[in-house]
């Protein structure tokens, strides 16, 4: 037997009917991070749509959780941003209990502990990466569902489908810095030239034992390729 | 703001207790099958295939001289059963023509069935060998005729002596595109961008076997329902080769 009904998110509590907007305003990005000798890269593109609107053409998915730990968001901006909100105090409060700075799994373990513990509510893609003196750079991945895995590199959001064959080929361990700015700027604009949901400009930053380097490569700078 | 109205199949038992339910009961009710349907469609693929489906990964790539077509060699029922490991997707539909399917295996066949006898008449007609955009053509009429019924889209390609080596794709509504390259099926996804990167014009036989090779073994890596054998076949003036790369033989990646 077949239930048809009209879905609607907002004010559901009042009114009985819903309507669904679209199941694809959620993974609406693309972002990734490297591991290198000495620190992380991370990347994302900088588009926030709903619907076929953008609603941020110059977003930043890039959010600080410590000194020299940031995390990527994919998926619902509301609950991502909430998500990091909580981690970003627990965490704090955290390095101040211990006097010294959290371990980046750490990080990690708090966006798993919340993304898994509220899974049927959230629809959050997280990637958490940073420097931390005991491992060095470290990427960590939590997508939809709460599964914590540590990756050396890792993709994710909607626009991550088309360039897994490219991630896959070109990465080699042991890259340099520039070699791995390279490659993250040269694979979020491939995804972004195919995905709807990406777009914009390049943010990149480099975490490492100095600090934290940001840069944001604008559309006309973005690599090109010999697509005909 | 609405959409168009969505159906969700539900047990008798759970539509029943619906019907009983009233004002707040019953929002909750609603609200419940709308996350479980979130999570439930989260889970599938969003390709729009039914029933029994090749569930691929298919490209064509022009090169100085011919043009190379190819495919993995898996067809799957649903996600989870491999209906077959060993599958040909590349058809020849003539001398120097090839297509590949992708999408519903009965629906493909039959077109494909169905261009090959209309191709051969018209040669025959026309007392010379087929132009490639004859082939692309009688599938592209056959596709946008019946497009409420087939679940089905093709590569065409091959050489012909007007235009040389050509490469043409028919889409699941019929239109017709030439590209000099092209890749599809569900695998495609993940090699959108690495074709987009590796791809040059006028390539080398030898380069376009590997960009081919290379491009089919990262997308059978990701997708589940690709793998098995590439076969590779390369169409040029002189000859038709049909190249097979077991998996044993298939480049490895860094994580391999």
């Known amino acids: 037997m077949f239930i048809s009904q ?22 609406d990005t693309t972002i990734m991070a490297v591991e290198f000798e000495g620190g992380v890269v991370i990347g994302a593109d900088s588009r926030t749509t709903t619907g076929a609107y953008i609603a941020n053409r110059v977003t930043d998915k890039l959010t600080p959780i410590h000194e020299r730990i940031f995390c990527c968001r994919s998926g619902s901006a509301a609950d991502t941003q909430a998500i990091a909100d909580a981690v970003t105090y627990q965490l704090g409060f955290h390095s101040i209990e211990l006097d010294e700075a959290p371990l980046v799994q750490t990080a990690a373990s708090l966006f798993r502990e919340m993304c898994y513990r509220y ?9 958490v990466a940073g420097w931390d003196p005991r491992r060095g750079g470290q990427v960590y991945t939590v997508p939809v569902g709460g599964m914590m895995t540590r990756q050396p590199v890792s993709v994710g959001g909607s626009g991550s489908s088309y360039i897994y064959g490219y991630v896959d080929s070109n990465y080699r361990a042991g890259m340099s810095k520039e070699e791995c700015l390279k490659f993250t700027a040269e694979a979020l604009t491939l995804a972004m030239e195919r995905d709807g949901s990406s777009g914009g400009v390049v943010r990149l ?7 934290v380097e940001r840069q944001v490569i604008l559309g006309n700078q973005l690599p090109k390729f010999s697509t005909v | 703001m609405r959409l168009a109205n969505t159906s969700v199949a539900v047990s008798d038992e759970r539509a029943h207790t619906a019907q009983s339910l009233s004002g707040d009961a019953y929002a909750t009710f609603i609200h419940d099958l709308y996350v479980e349907f979130l999570i439930m469609d989260s889970h599938h693929s969003y390709s729009q295939v039914k029933g029994v489906s090749t569930g691929t990964t298919i490209l064509a790539v022009k090169f100085n001289g011919g043009v190379i077509i190819g495919s993995d060699s898996r067809a799957s029922m649903g996600e989870s059963y491999v209906s077959s490991k060993t599958i040909n997707k590349l058809i020849q539909v003539h001398d120097r023509i090839f297509c590949c399917i992708a999408g519903s295996l009965a629906d493909a066949q039959a077109v494909t069935k169905m261009a090959k006898f209309q191709l051969s008449f018209h040669s025959i007609q026309m007392e010379s060998p087929p132009l490639v955009k004859a082939a692309a053509s009688i599938m592209r009429e056959l596709c946008y005729n019946n497009k409420e019924e087939l679940q089905a889209g093709f590569i065409t390609a091959g050489w012909d002596r007007k235009k040389g080596p050509q490469i043409y794709v028919v889409s699941l509504g019929g239109m017709l595109l030439s590209q000099p390259y092209t890749i599809g099926g569900s695998g495609s996804t993940y090699i959108y961008g690495y074709v987009d990167a590796k791809f040059k014009p006028d390539m080398s ?45 298939l480049p490895k990646f860094h994580d391999e």
């Open chain 1, 6 to 27: 009209n879905f609607e998110m907002d004010s559901f509590s009042q009114n009985p009917e819903f309507t669904i907007h679209s199941f694809f305003t959620f993974l």
């Open chain 1, 119 to 127: 899974r049927e509510e959230l629809m959050a893609g997280i990637i």
């Open chain 1, 205 to 211: 930053a480099v975490i490492s034992e100095q600090g």
């Open chain 2, 205 to 249: 036989l030898e380069e376009a076997t590997q960009f081919s090779t290379n491009a089919l073994a990262l997308a059978m890596g990701r997708d589940n329902v690709s793998g098995g054998v590439v076969h590779l076949v390369v169409i040029t003036e002189a000859e038709v080769k049909h190249v097979v790369v077991p998996g044993n033989k």
